[in-house]
């Protein structure tokens, strides 16, 4: 059982509806941080800005972000 209740898949907030409709066709499903997330749209944001800004920098190449996702996925236990 989630210690912090997830939110629906039809939220509220516009930006979080956006996001998941934009999840569930990129990938079939919402993420399960994003369900979190949702709670406070404000923080939804800024972490959304935060990795698109990290992602459009150019600084890291798709080989280390593979790499960093794999092992976050690894620690995580989640065979992402």
């Known amino acids: 059982m989630a210690r912090i209740p997830e939110v629906s898949d039809s939220p ?18 919402v993420f399960n941080t994003s369900k979190i997330y ?14 698109r800004g990290v992602d459009e920098s150019g600084l890291l190449g798709a080989d280390l972000k593979a790499l960093v996702n794999v092992r976050v996925a690894t620690i995580n236990g989640c065979p992402f």
Do not use: S, V
């Not at 516009?14 to 998941?20: C, D, H, I």
């Not at 949702?38 to 990795?51: D, F, K, S, V, Y």
């Open 12 to 29: 509220e907030d516009p930006l979080a509806r956006e996001m998941f409709e934009t999840q569930n066709e990129e990938h079939g499903f």
């Open 38 to 51: 949702a709670h406070r749209p404000t923080i939804m944001r800024g972490l959304n800005l935060l990795q």
